[in-house]
Structures are given as C-alpha cells and as structure tokens.
C-alpha cells in the first residue's frame, strides 16, 4: 500500500485535509467569497473538497482544481457528481507550478500544500499570478505553537511560529483580512480521526495483505503525533488581499 493509499483511507472521516472542523471551513469560504460567483482556484486541490463545498454553497461560483494524484482528482470528480456541481468544477492533472490559465481568479485557495511550490512565500508569490484585482487567498499553513524539538523540526520541516508567520506574509506584500488559527481540540480530533480511521480500515480487513502495514503505521504515527509534535504543532488560515503599492 503506497503513501496515496494509506492517506486515503486515514482521511475518510476527516476529508478536510488539514485540522480544521466544518464550521471553520464555511466561516473561511464566507470571508473568502463575499460575492457568491467568483471564479475560484485551488492549487493542490487533492479530492477537491474546500471546492466542492465552496460550490454546493454558491450555485453561481465556479472552480479550477490542480493536483498531481489521479486517484485524488477521481475522488473529486464523484463528489461533484454526488453534489451535482460537476458542470462547474474543471480538474486538471498536472504540477500545481505548471498550471496556467487565460483568465484570473477571484479566489486563489492552497491550504496545506505549500510544499508543492517549496514553501509559504513561494506559494503565496505564484498565487498573485492567478489572482483578479480585488482578488483574495485562502492559505493554510503549519506554526509552532512554541519551541518544537529538533526531532519535530526534522520530522515535520522548518516552520515560524504564528506571529513570525503572518509578520513574513504581511512583507511580501499582503494584508490579512480574516484568519482562523486551528484549536486544540481541531487539532487533536483531526489526528484522532486519521490514525483512528486507518486502524479502524486494517481491524476490519484482516485477511488484506495490507492490513498489518496499514496497523503498524497508524502506530507509529498515533506515537510522533504524542510523543514529538502535539505540544508544538499548529496550523493557521488566512485569508489575505494584496496591500496597496
């Protein structure tokens, strides 16, 4: 069972990518869509769910997703078949860096999947070249909440911590109109959930060849989440218009 395989099934209960619970996504697409009929973009959609909620909720809107997973892409075509909101989402298969399009976006979304671009600013720069004037971004991205051990630093990559993060933002050139930093208890169910759910798949499946894999590294990963990151890690979104020249 690949890495693809294993996420997919310890996100099943939590589709939302990120430590983020159902209310604090609708009141970020709230901020993020004031108008209701923007043409919307996420890079490193995966199964495209922030889009997907985005258009049940405006029937007038329209969206663009990119993801390099063909397996995630399949996920979000059934979902918006599902939600009946396939005629206005376009997928696409390519690097999220290799996408262009002839038109601009009202809202550019990449939440938790900056490692796509090499990093928060990189993400944020390649954002402005999708983005309509007035446009917004929807980021998502991982603080410290305070010192993280050089085991958690080698485990998780280099972050800052919230302040430092949104002063970086602010430098390169955007202003934060609305922002939601993670709870503890988003952040732990969202951890429960995933490690809980691929338990749950291998005790149900124990004549899968792959059941033993997929027990051993819900384990391990339950263990890190406990013992080397959960009293360090966090998780902010903000939402971020361009500051005036």
């Known amino acids: 069972m690949n890495r693809e395989q294993l996420s997919g099934i310890a996100h099943a209960d939590h589709p939302i990518k990120a430590p983020l619970d159902d209310e604090s996504v609708r009141r970020l697409l709230e901020q993020a869509l004031p108008r209701g009929d923007e043409r ?12 997907l909620r985005a258009l049940a909720g405006n029937p007038r809107l329209r969206a663009e997703g990119v993801d390099t997973s063909e397996e995630a892409l399949a996920q979000a075509r059934r979902g918006a078949t599902a939600r009946d909101v396939g ?6 298969h390519l690097p999220a860096s ?3 399009s002839p038109h601009p976006f009202d809202l550019v979304l990449s939440v938790g999947a900056t490692h796509a671009f090499g990093g928060l600013l ?3 720069a390649a954002a402005r070249e999708h983005l309509a004037p007035g446009g917004r971004v929807l980021i998502g991205e991982a603080v410290w909440d305070r010192e993280p051990s050089p085991e958690a630093v080698e485990m998780l990559g ?10 970086r933002v602010v430098a390169a050139g ?6 939601h930093v993670s709870t503890r208890r988003e952040l732990d169910d969202y951890e429960w959930a995933c490690w809980g759910s691929l338990a749950s798949w291998a005790l149900d499946h124990p004549a899968d060849p792959d059941s033993a894999q997929a027990l051993a590294t819900a384990t ?18 903000l939402v971020l218009r361009r500051t005036p020249s």
């Open 87 to 92: 005629e206005r989402l376009a997928l696409h």
């Open 122 to 124: 990189p993400t944020l």
């Open 174 to 179: 955007w202003t934060p109109v609305h922002g």
């Open 98 to 100: 290799d996408f262009s």
């Open 40 to 51: 919307v973009l996420d890079l490193g959609c995966g199964g495209g769910e922030w889009l």
């Open 220 to 237: 391990e990963r339950r263990s890190e989440w406990l013992r080397v990151y959960r009293d360090c890690f966090g998780f902010v979104c």
């Open 158 to 167: 280099e972050y800052d911590d919230l302040a430092t993060t949104v002063e």
